[in-house]
Each structure stands twice: as C-alpha cells, then as structure tokens.
C-alpha cells in the first residue's frame, strides 16, 4: 500500500518561510516523479512543483522562485522549501505522483497571515 505523510505546515506571516516534507512509503521516490499539490477552500487542488525520477524539476509559475522542490532517496522522503510566503499561499499541501496519482495523504496545513 503506497501512503504519504505529509508534514512541516503552520502559521507563518507574509514573507516567511516554511518546510515541508513527504514521506514517502510503498514506492521509491527515487524511481517515481513525485510532486506537491495544494487545495486552498473552495478551489480545486492544483500542481506545486515536480521532481521528476531523473531529477528534472518544474515549478507553478505563481510560486517560481520562490519554491524549491527536493527529494532524499536515502529517507525515501520529499521536501518543498517555501519562502517570501504570500497570502494566496495559504492552502493543504500534499504530495503524490507526478501522475498516476495513489491515495492522498491528509496535507498540511499552511497558513501565511499577519
């Protein structure tokens, strides 16, 4: 069973930073392309950033620049580094496949307010 646990969310202000991680288990990362997501309310989830199994990696234009999306083959684990947060940030962050995409974790929350 392929299961993803995500975690690292939390309240921070316009302009932070943030961290977050995805382990990972059932499927190699270092095999599959993975990818973050993220729901904010009354939205459809949308595409983040991906890494693909080669190590090409792609980014939302909304969040180019900003974001940094890597993966740690030997923890099986996959992180996305957030900064110069935005309100329009604010959402449930997930991983999963870049396609084909397994059962969704629970998120993290993020929230990015004065």
């Known amino acids: 069973q392929v299961l993803f646990e995500e975690s690292g969310g939390g309240l921070v202000q316009p302009g932070g930073s943030l961290r977050l991680s995805c382990a990972a288990s059932?499927?190699?990362?270092?095999?599959?392309?993975m990818a973050w997501y993220r729901q904010a309310p009354t939205t459809q989830r949308e595409w983040v950033a991906g890494?693909?199994?080669?190590?090409?990696?792609n980014y939302a234009d909304s969040v180019k620049g900003r974001f940094t999306i890597s993966r740690d083959n030997a923890k099986n684990t996959v992180t996305l580094q957030m900064t110069s947060l935005k309100s329009e940030d604010t959402a449930v962050y997930y991983c999963?496949?870049?396609?084909?995409?397994?059962?969704w974790g629970q998120g993290t929350q993020v929230t990015v307010s004065s």
């Open positions: 059932g499927i190699s990362v270092s095999i599959f392309g």
């Open positions: 890494i693909t199994g080669r190590g090409t990696i």
């Open positions: 999963n496949k870049w396609a084909n995409w397994d059962t």
